[in-house]
Nanobody, 125 residues
């Protein structure tokens, strides 16, 4: 089993920045990919970014590319999502996810095995 705990959400004005953190615990050696997803009210959960824990390869949704950066600190066993130039449309609950099955990054929520509880990000205009 893997447990994921997110932190760092909050309220920010448009153009501002936030950094989310995700700290996995439990059988962390089994994790191959760490990802971030988000879900706004009435919408489906959508892919934001992901990173390979071994290679460091990253992938981003077009809507956040150039504004968001995903990174990992293997020593601290933590994954971060640095969000800059935030827009009101970035408002959502952000979820950290862990994939223990695939070696390559997938963008579908069904590909991920474990999920955090979510953290709210609200961007005011």
């Amino acid at each position: 089993q893997v447990q994921l705990v997110e932190s760092g959400g909050g309220l920010v004005q448009a153009g501002g920045s936030l950094r989310l953190s995700c700290a996995p615990s439990g059988r962390t050696f089994s994790i191959s990919i760490m990802g971030w997803f988000r879900q706004a009210p009435g919408q489906e959960r959508e892919f934001v970014a992901a990173i390979s824990r071994n290679s460091g390869r990253t992938d981003y949704a077009d809507s956040v590319s150039g504004r968001f950066t995903i990174s990992r600190d293997n020593a601290k066993n933590t994954v971060y999502l640095q969000m800059n130039s935030l827009k009101p449309e970035d408002t959502a609950v952000y979820y950290c996810a862990a994939d223990t099955s695939y070696s390559s990054i997938r963008r579908t929520p069904e590909s991920y095995d474990y999920w955090g509880q979510g953290t709210q990000v609200t961007v005011s205009s």
